[in-house]
């Protein structure tokens, strides 16, 4: 009774209006942000531009009010619900889905009107003509004014000149987008208690979130954290050095030298020739992120130092692999590595849960009343089925087979909720995609098992859910369940704020999205790149593939019997691949589970040779020692003590990014041009 009457006080006209002030922030200015601002709105889980809004409001808005006017300002929980809204808007503010909706259907149109090998092999024939732009037709205005702007003159378009209507597509794939946000949600739903309560995952992008939130005496203007020394040096420290730094670049004429924070260490393949010949370069440089220091310190030593020794571990790997076949691990082989490390990571989370989520499923499925505490996982499981029905007749209706439906739809599921966990358990803001289902799935059942259908279906759906997972939306919404539970909202207030916010959000981000295209086009860079074709080309590849042996027609349309025998892996050793990333989890779970003194956490599997894996690993192995070195010097309390100074780092580097980003607005609102440099924190 005392939550239901204390949940007003929380979704306030005041709160709300606030989230809806970050979600029109967030996703409105996503796209602009990068392009006339130069600098990224949210290049990761702990985007610039939500946590730079919520320190205005905790640090400038809150104390003005407290001084000024009182009520006026948030409080905690108020604050919880602002939070929760604009972190429900992240998955929608520029990169990610959209950015891949966007590019991968205008260029995959112009690409088959143009490039004669699509061409020869109609690749448009085996894609729903409803998910492209103008229907698959090429149109000079909304292909190409897409690609090179519609003005002549430097300028925004009105919204009336913009051809919305060659974007009949959108119905579906917002439907589509809307649908797969809903199933995750879902999936939250079901786990939230499992991982919060049963298993007190620690969430450390929440703890960073809190840390701005708490205060001894709720009549104090500032939270505590401003009131600590610690917290104040590290924040200058590394606020100072990203500006002198920004400046530097900004006044290059005046010949200072910039602070580095990045190393490199090629000469490293000399002294170590196994480390070239097995195709490692995970430590050709050494570059240190302050914001990542900070989130290490945070973490358990396990989780910190494994992070760390990332590189080193796949780098030891690789060189053994290189040993015994002469070839070093491919891109291809690595994913099918990380995939055996999602797989088995699946089956360790269901096998620790198995009790509660048995009797989730069972309450969902036989009707009965659900105790209290688990009506949200019983109606989350709920929807998650019936979502999960409709995501796979949404795959059946663009074309793709049963088979091929459910195994992306699993797909789907099983990646998301390995890539949030890692997030909230480990902290992880920097994380690429693991591998593409449609790269994954044809090198372990072959193209012709599949078909040009499931081929062309999979690798555009890949290309829009798993090329570009920097900012995707599942963990965002993870966070901000979290901070709801910590703050005693209603859980039902929470999932229906964060599914408003959600669709909110993507109606906000479309129009002002298509507006700047239109007006400005894409860049050169984008234009010429084959980023956009993630996914689609390798299924174009298969597809051709199929063309030149003559199976074209006989692939994909078989009996279930003749497909499965038809299995064929582009190479028989993919499935040990496979195997190995399973055995490595498994492996390491064991472990842990067994010996206390077991220094390695089976996530670091999950994120080998990865980009970001090879950017993190410096940052992540200082924070552990640290923390190490604060626990063995000062105990517990040593521990305590110096929170504040590792906070002090993240929240330095995010005012610093945030700073340059409204120095890039104010620069482009006075003069009508982009800032000359981009200096990315």
């Known amino acids: 009774m005392k939550e239901h009457v204390s949940e007003p006080k929380a979704f306030s006209c005041k709160a709300l209006l606030g989230g809806a002030v970050g979600v029109l922030l967030v996703a409105g200015l996503g796209k602009i942000a990068p392009t006339f601002f130069r600098q990224e709105l949210l290049p990761h889980q702990l985007g610039v531009g939500i946590y730079f809004y919520f320190l205005i409001l905790c640090a400038v808005w809150n104390p003005l009010c407290c001084r000024f006017r009182r009520s006026l300002a948030f409080s905690l929980r108020e604050m919880s619900v602002v939070m929760i809204l604009t972190l429900a808007s992240g998955g929608f503010a520029f990169a990610g889905w959209l950015r891949q909706f966007y590019t991968q259907g205008i260029l995959l149109t112009r690409e088959a009107a143009v490039n004669p090998r699509w061409q020869l092999y109609s690749v448009t024939d085996y894609l729903k003509p409803e998910l492209l732009p103008n229907r698959g037709v090429y149109d000079e205005k909304i292909i190409g004014g897409f690609i090179n702007g519609l003005r002549a003159e430097k300028g925004w378009l009105p919204f009336s000149e913009i051809p919305f209507a060659g974007w009949g597509h959108f119905l579906y794939w917002g439907l589509f987008l809307l649908l797969v946000a809903f199933l995750l949600l879902a999936l939250l739903m079901i786990v939230h208690r499992q991982w919060t309560v049963h298993e007190n995952l620690s969430y450390p992008l929440v703890a960073i979130t809190e840390a701005m939130l708490k205060k001894s005496d709720e009549k104090n203007c500032f939270a505590d954290i401003f009131r600590s020394k610690y917290f104040l040096i590290a924040f200058g420290f590394v606020f100072a050095i990203h500006l002198y730094n920004f400046l530097v670049l900004f006044y290059s004429t005046l010949g200072f030298e910039p602070i580095k924070l990045r190393f490199w260490l090629a000469d490293l393949q000399y002294a170590f020739p196994v480390i070239s010949r ?404």
């Not at 290490?296 to 690789?318: D, E, K």
């Not at 589970?593 to 599997?605: E, Q």
């Open 278 to 681: 097995s195709g490692c370069w995970a430590i050709r440089g050494v570059h240190f992120i302050f914001l990542l220091i900070g989130v290490a310190y945070l973490l358990a030593p396990a989780l910190s130092l494994s992070i760390g020794l990332n590189a080193f571990l796949y780098i030891f790997f690789a060189a053994e692999v290189y040993a015994l076949t002469g070839q070093a691990p491919g891109s291809g082989e690595c994913q099918l590595l990380r995939l055996g490390a999602y797989i088995a990571f699946v089956i360790l989370l269901l096998s620790l849960g198995r009790r509660y989520y048995g009797k989730v499923l069972w309450l969902a499925i036989s009707g009965r009343k659900a105790p209290e505490e688990e009506r949200m996982a019983v109606l989350g499981c709920r929807l998650f089925l019936i979502l999960a029905l409709g995501l796979v007749w949404f795959f059946t209706w663009s074309g793709m087979g049963l088979g091929g439906a459910i195994l992306f739809t699993l797909m789907i599921v099983m990646t998301y909720l390995i890539f949030t966990r890692i997030i909230c358990e480990c902290g992880l803001p920097m994380m690429n995609p693991p591998f593409l289902p449609s790269g994954v799935l044809a090198s372990l059942l072959g193209g012709f098992s599949l078909g040009p259908k499931n081929l062309m279906g999979g690798g555009m759906f890949s290309g829009v859910l798993f090329s570009d997972l920097r900012q995707t939306l599942m963990p965002f919404m993870a966070t901000g369940m979290k901070l709801g539970s910590d703050a005693k909202l209603k859980s039902s207030g929470t999932v229906r704020w964060i599914a408003i916010a959600v669709v909110a959000s993507l109606l906000v981000a479309v129009p002002f999205h298509l507006r700047q295209y239109y007006s400005f086009g894409i860049t050169d860079a984008l234009s010429k790149s084959t980023d956009w074709k993630c996914g689609v080309q390798e299924a174009f590849n298969e597809v051709s593939k199929l063309h030149i042996s003559g199976q074209i027609r006989a692939s994909g349309s078989a009996a279930f019997q003749e497909t499965l025998r038809s299995v064929m892996p582009e190479k028989p050793g993919n499935y040990t691949f496979v195997l190995i990333g399973m055995g490595l989890v498994f492996a390491c779970g064991f472990l842990r589970s067994r010996f206390v003194w077991w220094p390695l956490h089976a996530a670091v599997f999950c994120i080998w040779n990865t980009p970001l894996a090879y950017v993190i690993w410096p940052s992540f192995l200082l924070g552990w020692f640290c923390r190490t070195m604060a626990v063995r010097l000062g105990g517990e309390h040593g521990y305590l003590a110096l929170k504040p100074f590792f906070f002090g780092l993240i929240y330095g580097d995010i005012a610093a990014s945030g700073i340059i980003l409204l120095t890039g607005m104010i620069h482009y609102l006075i003069t009508g041009q982009v800032i000359a440099i981009a200096y990315q924190v």
